[in-house]
């Protein structure tokens, strides 16, 4: 099982990324997909998820209304699309797996109880 998250950068206050989780070694439509960042000097903190039922999407309050997380299955990716981005959304960006294959799930994990996790990318929002 892999995920490589990729599509960090600089960007300024008020800007938009566009974070990308690509899976391979298991069945992408099955798991429920999150995404977890840290910032320097900080704990990890759950951002978002979605799951492999229905795609129900959660988000921490901090970036309700300005993180969606879509996936595309087809394309074994999972996305954090990221507008009106602040100083504070600073972080290293991780995303991360949870389930059995075969099964769907019509809820994720609102935390850090993900089961398999891919590196980071760094995202930098300062003008």
């Not at 998250?5 to 070694?25: D, E, W």
């Not at 799951?51 to 209304?65: L, M, Q």
């Not at 990716?77 to 602040?86: S, V």
Request: aromatic share 14%; charged share 15%.
């Amino acid at each position: 099982v892999q995920l490589q998250a990729s599509g960090g950068g600089l960007v300024q206050p008020g800007g938009s990324l566009r974070l990308s989780c690509a899976a391979s070694g298991f069945t992408f439509k099955y798991p429920a997909i999150g995404w977890i960042r840290q910032a320097p000097g900080k704990e990890r903190e759950w951002v978002s998820c979605i799951s492999s039922a229905h795609d129900n999407t959660y988000y921490a309050d901090s970036v309700k209304g300005r993180f969606t997380i879509p996936r595309d299955n087809a394309k074994n990716t999972a996305y954090l699309q990221m507008n009106g981005l602040k100083p504070e959304d600073t972080a290293v960006y991780y995303c991360a797996a949870n389930g059995v294959p075969g099964r769907y799930y019509y809820d994720c994990p609102i935390g850090l109880e993900y089961d398999y996790w891919g590196q980071g990318t760094q995202v930098t929002v300062s003008s």
